[in-house]
């Protein structure tokens, strides 16, 4: 059974940084992309960035520079690093999974608060 978890995300001020961390578990020793998607109040649930199956890393475009993501395959762990918050970018963030397209499994979600 895969299984994604979150670290506990957090509340920053604006310019803050905060670390996010996803472990995930089940895939045994298949090959597997991972992502981080985020979903602001109000709004639909939009991608952040990608380590594909081979370990290639891509980056939605409103990211720029802002946010970077790391894979530690031993430890079957990604982490996501976002710097100079903005209270646009509270919301909940998600960790995500698939063979292929990293969508067929989700964690819980973990709370981002920036405030101004």
């Known amino acids: 059974q895969v299984q994604l978890v979150e670290s506990r995300g957090g509340s920053v001020e604006s310019g803050g940084s905060l670390e996010l961390s996803c472990v995930v578990s089940?895939?045994?020793?298949?090959?597997?992309?991972i992502a981080w998607f985020r979903q602001a109040p109000g709004e639909e649930r939009e991608w952040v960035a990608t380590?594909?199956?081979?370990?290639?890393?891509k980056y939605a475009d409103f990211v720029k520079g802002q946010f970077t993501i790391s894979r530690d395959t031993a430890k079957n762990t990604l982490v996501l690093q976002m710097h100079s918050l903005k209270p646009e970018d509270t919301g909940m963030y998600y960790c995500?999974?698939?063979?292929?397209?990293?969508?067929?499994?989700w964690g819980q979600g973990t709370q981002v608060t920036v405030s101004s």
């Open positions: 089940g895939f045994g020793r298949s090959m597997y992309a």
């Open positions: 380590s594909d199956r081979y370990g290639n890393i």
């Open positions: 995500a999974a698939g063979l292929v397209v990293p969508q067929d499994y």
